[in-house]
Nanobody
Framework: QVQLVESGGKWVLPGDSLTLSCTAS????????TAWFRRTPGGGVREFVALITGGSGGKQYSDSVKDRFTISRDNAKSTVYLQMNNLKPDDTAVYYCAASGRYLVSRSEGVYDHWGQGTQVTVAS
């Protein structure tokens, strides 16, 4: 059984920075591709935010967060981070991390078979 636990979400002001963490426990693999998704208020589907591969550490970002967000991982700590800078009200959402036990790298949430419970980020003045 694999568990992913997100943390770090909170209320921040526009322009602030925040770092989210996703820590894995259980019988997983620290090199699974891992992604961050988010669901905005009133949104139905989860929107892709960023992903990082396990081996080479290749990274992908959505256009809306590129140049503001940075994804990274510390395999020794079984943790993936999402550093978010210059936050905007449109970034308000529940952020989820997800890992692909099949080692698939994709922006589609369908390939991710392990999910955290989500952490709320609110950006407002």
């Amino acid at each position: 059984q694999v568990q992913l636990v997100e943390s770090g979400g909170k209320w921040v002001l526009p322009g602030d920075s925040l770092t989210l963490s996703c820590t894995a426990s259980g019988h997983g693999d620290n090199t699974w591709p891992t992604a961050w998704f988010r669901r905005t208020p009133g949104g139905g589907v989860r929107e892709f935010v960023a992903l990082i591969t396990g081996g080479s550490g290749g990274k992908q970002y959505s256009d809306s967060v590129k140049d503001r967000f940075t994804i990274s991982r510390d395999n020794a700590k079984s943790t993936v981070y999402l550093q978010m800078n210059n936050l905007k009200p449109d970034d308000t959402a529940v952020y989820y991390c997800a890992a692909s036990g099949r080692y698939l790298v994709s922006r589609s949430e369908g390939v991710y078979d392990h999910w955290g419970q989500g952490t709320q980020v609110t950006v407002a003045s």
